[in-house]
């Protein structure tokens, strides 16, 4: 997400099926440190937006140079514009 060459890690966490006993989920991103160890970064890049998810597109869909995620959800699907800046806008 930041392109500093290190490999990210991005999970999309899913929730109980809806009408059941709910807990609460978010994806998570985690930046890679460069020594073996990740940070979660999810809160302070925008990702925190709870959903169910069920799987993760990555691309550069506005063509910026930037790494964008399109999550499919249980009802709404999230498109993830990376600012470049390192944060996210769900767009």
Excluded: C, R, S
Excluded at 61 to 83: E, I
């Amino acid at each position: 997400y930041d392109n500093d060459g290190w490999p990210d890690i991005f999970l999309v966490n899913g929730m109980d099926w809806p009408g059941h006993v709910q807990k609460h989920a978010t994806p998570k991103l985690y930046h890679n440190n460069h020594d073996g160890t990740f940070t979660d970064v999810t809160h302070k890049v925008g990702l925190d937006v709870e959903l169910f998810g069920m799987g993760v597109a990555v691309g550069d869909y506005d063509n910026d140079g930037y790494d964008d995620l399109f999550v499919t959800a249980y009802g709404q699907n999230h498109l993830f514009n990376n600012n470049g800046n390192g944060t996210f806008t769900d767009v």
